[in-house]
C-alpha cells in the first residue's frame, strides 16, 4: 500500500495566484481530512469527507478555501486568491474510522510569497 | 468544547533516558478516543496509539508505554531508554462525538529532542 499521497510536496506562489493541492488516500478508506500546520496554530482540520461527501467544513477559514473529492481516490484543497498567511503544511489523512488512527500524507509545505 | 494540553517547552534527554511525555484532555462526552502522533524532522505524522475511553489498560509496545487515566483525564506518554530516533515532535489527540461525527482535535504538540 503505497499510502496517502500528496502533491506537491512544495508549492512556493505569489500572493494572488490559485494553488491547488492534491490527494490521494488509501484505498478502502471511507474518510478523508485536510488539515492545516503552523507554529502558531498546531494541527487545525480544515474540512472532512465521508464517503466522498463534505461533512465538516467548519475549519475552512475564508471562502478563499475550497475542497472537493470528486471520487473515492482523490481530493483537492484549492486556495483562490492566495495569501502570505496562508503559508502553512497542509496535510491530508484518510481513514477506514471515523475515530481516527488516520493515515497521514507526506504534506504539501506551501509557501504564498 | 474539547482540549487537549501539552506542555509547550521543548524537552531534551540525553539518550538511554527514560522521558514521559504529558496529556490532559477535557471532554463531555462519556466515549471518547485518545491518540499519540509522532512527527520526526522530516515532517510526516507517525500514528502511534489510539485508545478508547472504556480501556483504561495501561499499553506497552517495545519502549513504549502510555499510562491512561480518566480519573485525572491523562494520557501520558513513556519513551524508556530513549534514543536519537525518537527526537520529534509528539501530539495527543482526543476524538470526541460532535453534532453527530466525531472530531479529533489536536494538543499543540511537544518537541523532543534526544541527544546522543
Known amino acids: 500500500d503505497a499510502g496517502v499521497i500528496q502533491s506537491p510536496r512544495h508549492e512556493v506562489t505569489e500572493m494572488g495566484q490559485e494553488v491547488t493541492l492534491r490527494c490521494k488516500p488509501i484505498?478502502?478508506?471511507?474518510?478523508l481530512f485536510w488539515y492545516r500546520q503552523t507554529m502558531m496554530r498546531g494541527l487545525e482540520l480544515l474540512i472532512y469527507?465521508?464517503?466522498?461527501?463534505?461533512?465538516?467544513d467548519s475549519g475552512m477559514p475564508e471562502d478563499r478555501f475550497s475542497a472537493k473529492m470528486p471520487n473515492a481516490s482523490f481530493s483537492t484543497l484549492k486556495i483562490q486568491p492566495s495569501e502570505p498567511r496562508d503559508s502553512a503544511v497542509y496535510f491530508c489523512?484518510?481513514?477506514?474510522?471515523?475515530?481516527?488512527?488516520?493515515?497521514f500524507g507526506s504534506g504539501t509545505r506551501l509557501t504564498v510569497v | 468544547a474539547q482540549k487537549v494540553t501539552q506542555a509547550q517547552t521543548e524537552i531534551s534527554v540525553v539518550e538511554k533516558e527514560d522521558v514521559t511525555l504529558d496529556c490532559v484532555y477535557e471532554t463531555r462526552d462519556t466515549t471518547y478516543y485518545l491518540f499519540w502522533y509522532k512527527q520526526p524532522p522530516s515532517g510526516e505524522l507517525v500514528f502511534l496509539i489510539r485508545?478508547?475511553?472504556?480501556?483504561?489498560q495501561n499499553e506497552i509496545s517495545g519502549r513504549y508505554s502510555w499510562n491512561f487515566q480518566k480519573s485525572t483525564s491523562s494520557f501520558n506518554f513513556t519513551i524508556t531508554a530513549s534514543q536519537v530516533v525518537d527526537s520529534a515532535v509528539y501530539f495527543c489527540?482526543?476524538?470526541?462525538?460532535?453534532?453527530?461525527?466525531?472530531?479529533?482535535?489536536f494538543g499543540i504538540g511537544r518537541k523532543l529532542q534526544v541527544i546522543p
Open positions: 489527540a482526543l476524538s470526541e462525538h460532535s453534532g453527530g461525527y466525531q472530531k479529533v482535535t
Open positions: 469527507f465521508n464517503n466522498n461527501v463534505p461533512i465538516d
Open positions: 485508545r478508547n475511553s472504556f480501556d483504561e
Open positions: 489523512a484518510s481513514s477506514a474510522r471515523q475515530a481516527g488512527g488516520y493515515t
Open positions: 484505498s478502502g478508506h471511507d474518510y
